[in-house]
């Protein structure tokens, strides 16, 4: 009498291809809305941590932003320093206030040089601090600390500013 011993192949493991060629270069859109920014939250994936930036009723087109890396992050207006950790840091402009333009009232709960409210960070792979740094002048600003100098790529989407960081260079 023979045996038989059958052999089930082992399912193929699904390989993740992230995306390449974003950099790490200053990016920006030179438009600005009058709209508020009400929000900023942020989320991990299998291939960069994200940022976004709410500012409910702009028009896409009108959403614009600078993001770069910077050695340190100052406030607008003011000039004060806002220690942001991580081994590289993006400085994040979205041009649009964080408050309401008629009466000047706050539209973000964020409070200047804190961290972002509701944002934890813990399990991420990128992002190491992420801070409000204030609103001026219709500009808005975010410090957010890395793990080193990734590349990051910005997207409009609606009514959003989005960053994503990669998680590695590859």
Known sequence: ???TLAVAAAPAQATTSCPTGWGSLDKSRAVGSTESVTNARTGHHTCYD???VDIPGAEKADLGY?????DQVHQDG????VPVAGGAVLEVRVAAPAYDIDTGAPTYPGRVGRPLPGVDLDGYRTFRDARFVGSFEGDTQFGLGVRARLPFRVLRVDDRVVVDV?????
């Open 1 to 3: 009498m023979s045996a």
């Open 50 to 52: 994200r940022l976004v």
């Open 66 to 70: 600078s993001v770069r890396y910077v």
């Open 78 to 81: 003011s000039g004060r320093l």
């Open 166 to 170: 990669a998680h590695t260079w590859k």
